[in-house]
């Protein structure tokens, strides 16, 4: 009981919510406040779900030719048609969404450690570190990316690993850049003099507090190259250096579907490219909605 005779509650219900309480709350009202973020999310879950379990569900085998049925229209027995081996179209969109996902998260994830932790290395201590990271990533962006893709793949062998290395490097300039502006900007900032004073050595400052500063515009880069990462795997394919047929990839079935669509048979080549467009679609819309979840900033 106070002076005032009004009760204190104990410290223990005064902060009734919890950490993981706050966090989804923030994370439902980012998803609910925009509706486009909303369907980018959507969207981004129907995809997961697809590469996760599509190929489990799919209503034929995305390999198995059936010449009679070749080259048939949309209809309810096939939902996208068939192409020209009789193989139905729907089956081999829906198992394709795993290895082009795969690929672009791979590459992805691969060229986040790697550009990412250059760049904040090269912002946060400057000097040689900064010069040797720098020429490197001038090295990458004298050549064209895509033809360089080309010829990384060209060298090692068209296998999926070497289409996630090739994929990685030429968005390595990318991470590096956009990390190294923002350590560069953050490096004397009041915050890091602070961790500074309080005994943090070099390497925990720049972990544990210039990395989760610079995640909301890292995190923004991440959605963009997710869908330049599918569109470089599927362009590698289109032109015959990506994955190798008879797989199931959305490059591939454009390309094979191409010189159909003269003849009348649209279907072959639209469907794969429509679910390669809607794609890259979500992920450029999902770049804010991410920034918006992981900014501490904009928690509420």
């Given amino acids: 009981m106070s002076e005032a005779g009004a009760v204190v509650p104990p410290a223990a219900e005064v902060s009734s919510k919890r950490p993981s309480d706050s966090i989804l709350g923030h994370a439902r009202y980012v998803m609910t406040e925009n509706p486009v973020t909303g369907m980018s999310f959507g969207l981004f879950a129907i995809i997961v779900l697809c590469a996760v379990i599509g190929p489990y569900v799919v209503p034929y085998d995305p390999l198995a030719s059936d010449t009679a049925a070749a080259l048939q229209p949309p209809s309810l027995r096939h939902l996208f048609g068939t192409d020209l081996l009789g193989r139905d179209i729907f089956s081999r969109v829906i198992a394709a969404t795993r290895l082009d996902f795969g690929i672009a998260l791979a590459s992805v994830a691969l060229v986040f450690v790697m550009g990412g932790f250059a760049g904040i290395s090269a912002g946060f201590f400057g000097g040689w570190t900064d010069r040797i990271v720098g020429r490197i990533s001038d090295t990458i962006m004298a050549f064209p990316l895509f033809v360089l893709a080309m010829g990384i793949v060209a060298a090692l062998g068209n296998t999926v690993t070497n289409i996630v290395i090739a994929t990685a490097i030429i968005n390595f300039p990318l991470y590096v850049r956009v990390a190294r502006a923002e350590?560069?900007?953050?490096?004397?900032?009041?915050?890091?003099?602070?961790?500074?004073?309080?005994?943090?050595?070099?390497?925990?400052?720049?972990?544990?507090?210039?990395?989760?500063?610079?995640?909301?515009?890292?995190?923004?880069?991440?959605?963009?190259?997710?869908?330049?990462?599918?569109?470089?795997?599927?362009?590698?394919?289109?032109?015959?250096?990506?994955?190798?047929?008879?797989?199931?990839?959305?490059?591939?079935?454009?390309?094979?579907?191409?010189?159909?669509?003269?003849?009348?048979?649209?279907?072959?080549?639209?469907?794969?490219?429509?679910?390669?467009?809607i794609a890259v679609f979500c992920f450029n819309l999902l770049g804010d909605g991410l920034r918006d979840l992981v900014d501490p900033q904009r928690r509420t």
Avoid at 218 to 232: H, K, P, R
């Fill in 183 to 277: 350590a560069n900007v953050r490096r004397n900032a009041g915050f890091v003099q602070a961790a500074r004073l309080s005994g943090n050595g070099e390497l925990r400052i720049l972990l544990w507090h210039i990395l989760p500063n610079i995640m909301p515009i890292m995190m923004v880069q991440v959605s963009l190259t997710m869908g330049y990462a599918i569109l470089n795997a599927a362009g590698l394919s289109f032109i015959g250096l990506g994955v190798k047929p008879p797989t199931p990839e959305w490059g591939i079935m454009v390309a094979e579907g191409a010189t159909n669509i003269i003849s009348g048979e649209w279907w072959v080549a639209f469907f794969p490219g429509l679910a390669l467009m």
